[in-house]
């Protein structure tokens, strides 16, 4: 079997043209859509059956790594964010449970805190952590619904979203958060 590196360029509305990033082999692009952290973009990847972080400096237009945490158990890996920073679902082999890692001090490997395994019925994979809640509560989403876990008590809830179906067992909802912003990028000069 082959595997397929991925390659990047970068877009810049300055110069109305692409730059392809050079130099990159420590993965393969794996799961998931990107999380942007620290002027950075990054992304779950595998290579030669080890998981790593991989990220591109936008600034710099450099590639680089985040280590993940040295007890995580690698049964299936998703990158998300809580509040601003990285954090890592991780599901176990047997798909019962789920560890929800958050790296408190970005760049930092010794500051990756395990915070919850949450359990989960019926062979269900999770998403990474949505959304937290001011009373701590985390919004997930499974495959067809969402779902609100409380770690104080060990639960999941599942809200009833309107105008949200899923047709087919075999269908999964992807779910992204957008964050309005008011700031415009810088447009070229039209002098």
């Known amino acids: ?19 392809t990033l050079e130099d990159f082999k420590p993965g393969v692009s794996y799961c998931g859509s990107a999380k942007f952290v620290n002027r950075k973009v990054h992304w779950i990847t595998k290579h030669r059956h080890c998981w790593g972080i991989t990220s591109i400096d936008l600034v710099d237009e450099k590639w680089g790594k985040v280590e993940l945490p040295s007890d995580i158990k690698e049964g299936g890996l998703k990158l998300g964010l809580l509040g601003s920073d990285l954090s890592v679902l991780c599901n176990n082999d047997e798909r019962t449970h789920s560890d929800v890692w958050v790296m408190k001090e970005y760049g930092v490997k010794a500051s990756w805190t ?42 999941i809830t599942y809200p009833e979203v309107p105008n949200v179906e899923v047709t087919s067992i075999y269908e999964y909802m992807d779910v992204e958060l957008f964050i309005e912003s008011l700031v415009c990028p810088d447009l070229p000069n039209e002098d």
Do not use: R, V
């Open 114 to 155: 395990k915070l919850y395994t949450i359990t989960y019925p019926e062979n269900y994979n999770l998403s990474p952590p949505l959304f937290t809640y001011n009373k701590g509560e985390i919004l997930l989403a499974f495959k067809s619904t969402f779902a609100i876990y409380d770690p104080k008590n060990d639960s």
């Open 1 to 19: 079997m082959t595997e397929a590196f991925f390659k990047a360029a970068i877009y810049s509305l300055n110069s109305d043209s692409w730059k």
